[in-house]
């Protein structure tokens, strides 16, 4: 099939690859001449792509020091959970009147489907499965910005490098899936939030999982 990105998309896809198989792990720099004459292309698209995973927090530009990709803190995490937290328990509230039978049984499906896919210790299907479950009610918000904000903070949250999950943390999220889905079927709009925002999404609440998944010590907060 016709490639139709441009070369940016191409180089941006290129280095997200590269970040999420460990070919480039946080910590290391980007040899701009070196992957410039890899790919036998200019800088100039590579630099363009560099700025929006800049944007988006997976390197660092560094004036006179090059690019850099980011190590993922403590903080990092903190800060990622409270906006995803916020984004999507207004997404819940604001498009909580559209759901539907059709909508819960998505949900419960999407739910059953992941328990499935973990004691498989099938991961691969998990992390898509858990993508469309959370799609489900933010594809019923019309605010179009709202995906490209969160779905580059749960990939670099969970997805760059990928790594095994911890078999335990997932199925607590998954306890916390049945408790949304519970909420949804009461018409409990503000319970619904609540268990997004304050438990789901809560860096308190997951914490201890935190330090096993990325083996981070307190001195990187």
Known sequence: MLNIKSLREQIYDYFKSEMQSGKLLPGSS??????????????????????????????SIL???????????????????????????????????????????GLE???????QAIQKDDFESYYRLNLEFHGIFLKLSDNEALNKIITPLKLRLYDFPRRMYLKDWELQHLREHDQFIDYVKKGDKTGAADIIKNV??????????FRQFYKLNHNEC
Do not use: C, M
């Not at 790919?39 to 988006?56: C, H, N, V, W, Y």
């Not at 993922?72 to 559209?98: H, K, M, W």
């Not at 499906?109 to 328990?115: E, F, G, P, R």
């Not at 789901?200 to 999982?209: D, P």
């Open 30 to 59: 980007i040899n701009l001449n070196e992957i410039a004459q890899k790919l036998g292309i200019s800088k100039t698209p590579l630099r363009d792509a560099l700025i929006q995973l800049d944007a988006e927090g997976f390197v």
């Open 200 to 209: 789901h999404w809560s860096f308190a609440v997951h914490e201890k999982y």
């Open 109 to 115: 499906l999407l739910n059953t489907q992941q328990k």
């Open 63 to 105: 004036p006179r020091r090059g690019v850099q990709v980011r190590k993922l803190t403590l903080q990092d995490i903190r800060q990622s959970y409270e906006i995803i937290g916020a984004l999507e328990a207004s997404v819940v509230l604001s498009v909580f009147d559209q759901f539907n039978q059709d909508h819960i049984v």
